[in-house]
């Protein structure tokens, strides 16, 4: 189940941020949707070696009444040839204005670290 989810997910995430140019030209008078990327690498050397790979997306879009939120993480380390972290999640939220001072909101989360002593966290 772990390997479809991340499949899944990952396939989501691609749609999305292939398909933001599409949104975007449909109506130039709507707010268009922000996108952020990240991306490290670090080799360090010396008494020990370790090299660290990180990424990170947001995407996110503003609307008068509608907000919308999404947001990647993925973090890998090795160290002396062994993997001492292993850890990525998602998650999206949604808010809407409901009136002067009022609003709803929804969001959903998925994590897994390999070394945290639990197999994946998810939540709503």
Same mark, same amino acid.
């Given at each position: 189940?772990?390997? !479809?989810?991340?499949?899944? &997910?990952?396939?989501?995430?691609?749609?999305?941020?292939? &398909?933001?140019?599409?949104?975007?030209?449909?109506?130039? =008078? !709507? =707010?268009?949707? *922000?996108? #952020?990327?990240?991306?490290?690498?670090?080799?360090?050397? #010396?008494?020990?070696? /370790? *090299?660290?790979?990180?990424? %990170?997306?947001?995407? %996110? %879009?503003?609307?008068?009444? @509608?907000?919308?939120?999404? @947001?990647?993480?993925?973090?890998?380390?090795? /160290?002396? @040839?062994?993997?001492?972290? @292993?850890?990525?999640?998602?998650?999206? &939220? +949604?808010?809407?204005?409901?009136?002067?001072?009022?609003?709803? /909101?929804?969001?959903?989360? +998925?994590? =897994?670290? !390999?070394? &945290? #002593?639990? !197999?994946?966290? +998810?939540?709503?």
């Amino acid at each position: 189940m772990d390997r !479809k989810f991340f499949i899944a &997910s990952l396939t989501a995430i691609l749609l999305i941020v292939f &398909s933001l140019p599409v949104l975007a030209e449909e109506d130039s =008078k !709507k =707010k268009e949707w *922000q996108v #952020g990327t990240e991306l490290s690498y670090t080799d360090s050397s #010396g008494n020990s070696e /370790s *090299q660290t790979l990180a990424g %990170k997306i947001g995407i %996110k %879009k503003e609307e008068e009444l @509608n907000r919308y939120y999404f @947001n990647g993480t993925v973090i890998k380390t090795e /160290s002396e @040839n062994e993997e001492t972290a @292993n850890r990525w999640g998602v998650d999206g &939220s +949604y808010e809407r204005t409901l009136g002067d001072g009022f609003f709803g /909101s929804g969001e959903a989360d +998925y994590l =897994k670290d !390999k070394f &945290s #002593g639990y !197999k994946y966290r +998810y939540g709503g």
